[in-house]
């Protein structure tokens, strides 16, 4: 035994410092990176975006704002439809696994604080959406030519929803009782999100009550912010009549959708600290 | 550790009915009992994964409920599942655990503890049952924990691995680390235990060190009981019961010999035997004296019969 073991135990209480959350929530991070990349399934969730970006190139396209089509409206809306399969699908799904293996039990019990476990997967999912979103917005600008027009309203936009589906997906794991089961279910609210969130169709077409309602839901002021940072015009009343702004305006007018999607973060966020189960004995 | 009165209900179910004990630095208590018996849901409640229906648990005085901060960096457990990232490596598992602690052991002195070595760089749901069980030890020392839950740590080990493992909890009881161990093997109990608690249906029916659980039980002096003698013969001894079975159609009788001086009893129960038996002309066939041994208790306890420990 080396001297280490043998210190009385009052002695290391002494010395105890842990590391700070943000460090220790960094280092979950990276090795949810590592995991990432050596599972398969989680693969499966970053290709899922691409499948459905393939559709939406063959769509008709027609110049709704100025030169922007509203092909061009729909990928910039797609964009955010990545956080939300990788989020819901992803976070749902390992840590439906993770606490089945008592995984996350483990970590529980040896003292690492949960906002570091949550925090640790949210940022793995919010760097694989922007890696991909990035990816996917450099194909759309090399084959349309056109710059987005505020590039970083258009990145928040992503991020948000990101950190948002990715608390819907944790909110999942105690409605299931095991990763199939979180697989399957979880398709249910990303479906839900997908098509109110003016990928499938422009929110424009919806009637003005619905649409109203669909804006106070966790997908669609992301949807329009992202727009709106991709055309430059302030979509965030409808596509009709519509207009170029400047930066500042145009961010003035994009308060509202983020403070939704952050009233959500927030919301989520309460839920999921008062829901989540560890233990999966836990009743 | 400090567990008073502790009931813990699912529905109309009471799996824990009024338990009650404490675990001081430096102390190992064993929990043991049948499946169900209502252990593992105690530990969960130190561990702070339920609060109690009625009742308290306490570790280093705090409410452990919820992993406060306060006693967070001082607590750790062996899962009765192992619970580890299987698409690591031994390696990477112990890094990871170690970065995360406040005053993490060294991770080459674990893997040489756990005597995994040659086995860091393998990941780890190549191990064996066994290798991951010494894992799971090795993982809940990194963070140099005060008090520390085994839940049937040596599962799946082979002989070797075991005694190894008793080796390291020795140790590590020998530092002041306070444990509480529940365990399906009796000799592990025999081995580490300072104190131990056999809980049956939620409760706690027989407590103590491990020689005054067995003092309590008694020592047994049978013999084969002679053709020509009836059992009405058989003589009384001082503080003994008897009791005759038939065993392959062969009778025995048993005198099960309590309280009095534990280290004299046996002594002057068989005295009082073989002077009966030079008085009669006969020879005690087969004359047999043993302590009674944890599974003896742990199974009347098993059978529901704990009246006749406990008395």
């Known amino acids: 035994m080396s001297t280490t073991t043998t210190r009385s135990p009052a002695a290391q209480a002494s010395a105890r410092t842990a590391p700070g959350l943000l460090k220790q929530t960094l280092r979950l991070a990276r090795t949810e990176f590592t995991l990432f990349v050596r599972y398969k399934t ?3 969730y970053l290709v899922l975006p691409l499948v459905l970006f393939l559709p939406l190139m ?3 396209s027609v110049e709704v704002l100025g030169e922007f089509t509203n092909r061009d409206l729909t990928f910039a809306a797609a964009l955010v439809s990545i956080g939300l399969m990788l989020g819901i699908g992803h976070a749902s799904n390992v840590f439906a696994a993770r606490r089945e293996s008592l995984v996350l039990k483990r970590l529980r019990v040896s003292g690492v604080p949960q906002l570091a476990i949550f925090g640790g997967m949210t940022l793995v999912v919010v760097l694989f959406t ?23 309203l258009l990145m928040v936009a992503v991020l948000l929803s990101a950190v948002a589906m990715t608390l819907v997906g944790l909110l999942i794991t105690p409605l299931v009782r095991n990763a199939e089961s979180a697989q399957m279910f979880s398709v249910v609210p990303m479906m839900a999100l997908l098509l109110t969130g003016g990928v499938f169709f422009p929110l424009d077409l919806l009637p003005d009550p619905v649409r109203t309602v669909v804006q ?9 912010m992202a727009q709106a940072g991709y055309s430059g015009y302030d979509v965030f009343g409808g596509y009709e009549g519509a207009e170029a702004l400047g930066t500042a305006a145009l961010w003035a007018n994009a308060l509202p959708s983020i403070g939704v999607m952050l009233a959500w973060i927030v919301i989520l966020s309460l839920l999921v600290r ?3 189960k560890w233990d999966p004995r836990q009743p | 550790m400090v567990v008073r009165d502790l009931h813990q209900r699912y529905g109309d179910f009471e799996a824990v009915r009024g338990v009650s004990f404490e675990i001081r630095p430096g102390e190992l208590f064993a929990l043991l009992g049948t499946n169900g018996a209502g252990k593992t849901t105690t530990i969960e409640t130190l561990e702070g994964f339920r609060r109690p229906s009625s009742g308290s648990a306490r570790v280093f005085g705090q409410d452990p409920f919820g992993q406060p901060a306060v006693i967070r960096d001082r607590v750790n457990a062996v899962l009765q599942g192992s619970g580890l990232l299987e698409d690591l490596s031994v390696e990477e598992s112990l890094r990871l655990t170690s970065d995360l602690a406040a005053s993490p052991r060294d991770v080459d002195e674990v893997l040489r503890l756990i005597n995994l070595v040659d086995k860091r760089k393998l990941r780890i749901r190549q191990l064996s049952g066994g290798q991951k069980r010494r894992l799971d030890l090795g993982s809940a020392l990194m963070t140099r924990p005060e008090v520390l839950y085994l839940d049937e740590p040596t599962t799946g080990m082979d002989p070797e691995a075991r005694h190894e493992t008793w080796k390291i909890i020795n140790e590590l009881k020998e530092s002041g680390v306070a444990i509480l161990l529940t365990t399906h093997y009796l000799e592990e109990a025999e081995r580490l235990a300072d104190r131990l608690a056999i809980m049956h249906r939620g409760e706690i029916r027989v407590e103590g060190t491990l020689s005054g659980v067995l003092a309590g039980w008694g020592d047994r002096v049978s013999f084969l009981l002679p053709s020509d003698v009836r059992t009405a013969d058989l003589p009384d001894v001082d503080g003994a019961a008897i009791e005759v079975e038939s065993r392959d159609q062969d009778l025995w009788a048993t005198y099960t010999v309590t309280g009095g001086d534990v280290t004299a009893r046996a002594h002057h129960a068989v ?5 009966w038996s030079a008085e009669q002309g006969i020879v005690l066939q087969n004359l047999q004296v043993r302590g009674a041994s944890l599974e003896d208790v742990f199974l009347q306890v098993a059978d529901g019969a704990a009246d006749l420990i406990t008395e």
Do not use: C, H, K, N
């Open chain 2, 271 to 275: 005295a009082a035997l073989i002077a």
């Open chain 1, 130 to 152: 922007l890696a991909l979103a990035v990816l996917i917005l450099g194909a759309i600008v090399a084959l349309s030519g056109t710059m987005p027009a505020d590039p970083v």
């Open chain 1, 274 to 276: 008062r829901y989540f």
């Open chain 1, 42 to 44: 989680a693969l499966m």
């Open chain 1, 216 to 224: 106070f839901l966790p997908v669609a002021p992301a949807s329009e």
């Open chain 1, 58 to 60: 063959s769509t008709p």
